[in-house]
């Protein structure tokens, strides 16, 4: 998997440090740490992991209660409906791999985008799965949770 680290820091945190810096303060904006991208990467993959096996425990780990899930057809789910549709087993993943992956920090919440590759199972037949995928992801009490995915058609 490939990725690429960008940590900002919103424009006016800074503002802000740099006053009560130059005030003699010591006060900082919380900067992304070094271990977040790998934080971030591994609930990634343990979202994929879920989708692929229809985990639900799985994936209600790593998902926030307000999940807007965006398919690249347009059709928008909410947290229980993406729950149900992606452990139903009416669908299942023969295989799901992401790649080319970036992850943008900004504080508590990061920018993660992939390509998804995927076979699945579709009214007896399989479909061949190849979409880009946007997803924001929110750290709460120490744990990235997905808040939200958007997939979208990549170029021929």
Known sequence: MNEHVTVAAPRRALLGAALVAAAGGVLLPRAARADDAADIAAAVEAFRVGLKEGNRAGLEAVIAPELNYGHSSARVENRQ??????????????????????????????????????????????????????????????????????????PA
């Open 81 to 154: 409906q993406f729950l149900d549709n992606a452990t139903s087993g009416a669908a299942p993943f023969r295989s799901l791999d992401l790649s080319d992956q970036t992850v943008r920090v900004t504080g508590d919440t990061a920018v993660v985008r992939h390509r998804f590759t995927a076979e699945q199972d579709t009214g007896g037949r399989t479909v061949n799965v190849r979409i880009g995928v946007l997803q924001v992801w929110q750290k709460r009490s120490g744990r990235w949770l997905l808040l939200a995915r958007q997939a979208y058609a990549l």
